[in-house]
């Protein structure tokens, strides 16, 4: 499985809940972590994995 990592601040646990739980349902995601110490989000993902929608969620 892929993975792709992003530079995003989250502003608490329950934001960063809302966007794991919302990026778990796009096409592909396997899996969603989000670090707010270092502020990335990295998704694990197949090859289906649509970069543009995960952006559009997370407002990136």
Excluded: P, R
């Amino acid at each position: 499985m892929a993975q792709t990592s992003y530079e995003l601040t989250v502003a608490d646990q329950s934001a960063a809940n809302e966007l794991i739980e919302a990026a778990g349902k796009l096409s592909g995601v396997k899996w969603v972590n989000v670090n707010m110490d270092k502020g990335t989000v990295v998704i694990t993902h197949s090859d289906d994995f649509n970069e543009a929608d995960f952006k559009s969620l997370a407002g990136l």
